[in-house]
């Protein structure tokens, strides 16, 4: 009769030899082994969700920068009138105007336009 537990042991080996004839290699836990350099980690992982965040965020920037630009050189009233012809239109024109509409921050940064124009200018 043949043991069960021989027979266990004589698999797993077999499973060994076929991951080591694949290339595979067996390390200890916490040495520096090839599955160090190779795996990807946590690091990584990070640094590619990052380039998604920062154009997002450079383009919020830009966008309420452009609007308090148009809003300092065109005057509060004259801006308001053309955000409001805007809403009035078809399609696109709606969304411009639902994103051309001064919010707090883009009145601030108006505000801090034509104070430093009114210093230096």
Same mark, same amino acid.
């Given at each position: 009769m043949s043991d069960p537990s021989i027979a266990?042991?004589? @698999?797993?080996? #077999? &499973?060994?030899?076929? $991951?080591? @004839?694949? /290339?595979?290699?067996?390390? #200890? *836990? /916490? +040495?520096? /082994?090839?599955?160090? !350099? +190779?795996k990807v980690n946590r690091?990584?992982?990070? &640094?590619?969700?990052?380039?998604l965040v920062r154009p997002v965020l $450079?383009?919020?920037?830009?966008? +309420?920068?452009?609007? $308090?630009?148009?809003?300092?050189?065109?005057? #509060?009233? $004259? !801006? *308001? *009138?053309?955000v409001a &012809?805007?809403?009035e239109g078809q399609g696109f024109d709606r969304i411009g105007g639902w994103l051309m509409q001064a919010d707090p921050v883009t009145l601030a940064v108006s505000a801090k336009i034509t104070e430093l124009v009114r210093t230096y200018g």
């Open positions: 266990e042991f004589n @698999s797993r080996i #077999a &499973r060994i030899e076929k $991951a080591r @004839s694949k /290339g595979f290699g067996f390390e #200890a *836990d /916490g +040495t520096l /082994g090839r599955s160090f !350099y +190779t690091r990584r992982l990070n &640094r590619l969700r990052v380039p $450079a383009l919020l920037i830009c966008g +309420t920068l452009l609007k $308090a630009i148009f809003l300092h050189h065109l005057g #509060a009233q $004259a !801006y *308001d *009138d053309r &012809r805007l809403l």
